[in-house]
């Protein structure tokens, strides 16, 4: 029973964070309030004051969720396999699962007018300060226990958690400016398979 509340409560969620960003894209974060959140969502205000407390905790939730269900993924990719290999995996499987339930084509680029309101909420302060930073700790663990190594005393776990981080930011922020635009999934898979290929001087401009 406590399994089925668990998954409800869950599902309640991702469909506030669903609703959230279905809405900033429509019409500006700006011009969304948590009542427009609820009512998309199917819930009432009271509901989603129980999930979360701002309209930039709602929208950020399904970043900090697909984190970790990379963090989980990354602990159950195979151990013989090359750790960059095991990261991009972890880190494309949910995006291309979400994507995928989102639009139909995990690999269907967003248009003009939806990149432009992702660029004003990635230059929002308030969202920014939402995700959890303890996320990125994890996520260094999971690197040193992969690794052998020790998040604490290694360099190596960090400097890898930061390699992604990097990667990420660059990538999101290409994603938001290309035009024409380019689905996000193809760009990271692409920025990833430089690094795992030692990131070397591109000879070529593939989008």
């Known amino acids: 029973m406590t399994g089925l509340r668990e998954r409800k409560k869950a599902d309640t969620r991702r469909a506030l964070s669903d609703a959230a960003l279905q809405l900033a894209l429509e019409r500006g974060l700006e011009n969304v309030t948590r009542e427009d959140i609820a009512g998309r969502a199917g819930v ?5 004051s129980n999930y979360f407390s701002t309209k930039h905790e709602a929208l950020t939730y399904r970043q900090t969720e ?3 269900r990379t963090i989980a993924l990354l602990h159950e990719r195979p151990d013989e ?3 960059w290999v095991s990261i ?21 680029p967003p248009n003009r007018a939806q990149l432009a309101e992702l660029r004003k909420m990635l230059a929002d302060g308030n969202l920014r300060n939402t ?4 996320l990125f700790d994890d996520f260094t663990a ?4 992969r690794t052998g190594t020790d998040p604490e005393l290694d360099t190596y776990p960090r400097l890898a958690a930061a390699v992604v981080h990097a990667v990420v930011e660059a990538t999101t922020d290409s994603y938001v400016t290309l035009d024409p635009p380019v689905a996000y999934p193809r760009l990271l898979r692409a920025a990833f398979d430089a690094v795992a290929a030692g990131l070397p001087a591109p ?4 989008f």
């Open 66 to 68: 697909r984190l970790r």
């Open 203 to 206: 000879t070529d401009r593939k």
């Open 131 to 134: 995700f959890p930073r303890n």
């Open 88 to 108: 991009t995996e972890a880190i494309l499987g949910p995006i291309h699962d979400d994507f995928a339930a989102s639009t139909g084509d995990a690999n269907h």
């Open 44 to 48: 009432s205000l009271r509901t989603f």
């Open 142 to 145: 999971a690197i040193a226990q």
């Open 81 to 83: 396999e090359p750790l």
